[in-house]
């Protein structure tokens, strides 16, 4: 199995700044990637996190918005610019191999 | 993304046994998953079905059926602490979209 590390667990932000979210998995995994999730709602996939490379982006999701690193296998960023409250979200990674995914306890992020 | 579908809500008492369905339109991926979320958590793994038929794992079971484009999650001996929000997620090469989430209340 894998420990996701997900920090800030929660912020309030002004509109129009940036929030960056680090991920940290305690083994290394062939996959990660970062989810929006509306309380009580399902999970919507934002991009696949690529080792050394751009995200792969869902339909939607866009670098300039969010843009996601991922220097190496255990470590992910995600950044959400130019903030407005239709932002305000939980955002979670997950971690994984081949068929299980871990993910971690997730950003609470209000924008005011 | 990929439109899974499941009931928002189910009710069961404790001792019972839930059947939580899952419908998709989506041919052509690797498996199908379930994951366990209660209020303020994370999302756990549950049970994976590469393959059509049934997976078991303890009081959990899992089933696929490519041809019929449905799978469910049977959890039998129901507990109080499985109340909590359950998702499918279709493995599409690679990327994991989740099912809308079938909220289970388990009443004593």
């Known amino acids: 199995s894998a420990v996701i590390s997900q920090k800030p667990s929660r912020d309030i932000c002004q509109r129009g700044t940036s929030l960056t979210i680090q991920c940290q998995v305690d083994?290394?995994?062939?996959?990660m990637f970062w989810y929006r999730q509306q309380p009580g709602q399902s999970l919507t996939l934002i991009a696949t996190?690529?080792?050394?490379?751009?995200?792969?982006?869902e339909s939607g999701f866009v670098i300039d918005k969010f843009p996601i690193s991922r220097p190496n296998l255990t470590f992910s960023t995600l950044t959400v610019s130019n903030l407005s409250p239709e932002d305000s979200s939980i955002y979670l990674c997950?971690?994984?191999?081949?068929?299980?995914?871990?993910f971690g306890a997730g950003t609470r992020l209000s924008v005011l | 993304g990929q439109s899974l579908e499941q009931p928002s809500e189910v009710t069961a008492v404790e001792g019972a046994i839930v059947q939580i369905n899952c419908t998709y339109q989506?041919?052509?991926?690797?498996?199908l998953s379930w994951y366990q979320q209660h209020d303020g958590g994370a999302p756990t793994f549950l049970s994976y079905?590469?393959?059509?038929g049934l997976e078991e794992t303890g009081r959990f079971s899992s089933f696929l059926s490519r041809s019929d484009s449905y799978g469910y999650l049977l959890l039998q001996e129901l507990q109080m602490k499985d109340s909590a929000s359950y998702f499918c997620?279709?493995?599409?090469?690679?990327?994991?979209?989740f099912g809308s989430g079938t909220k289970l209340n388990v009443k004593p």
């Open positions: 997950s971690g994984g191999t081949e068929n299980i995914q871990y």
């Open positions: 083994s290394q995994v062939t996959m």
């Open positions: 996190a690529n080792q050394g490379s751009e995200a792969t982006y």
């Open positions: 989506t041919s052509g991926f690797y498996g």
């Open positions: 079905n590469a393959l059509d």
């Open positions: 997620a279709q493995d599409n090469f690679n990327k994991f979209y």
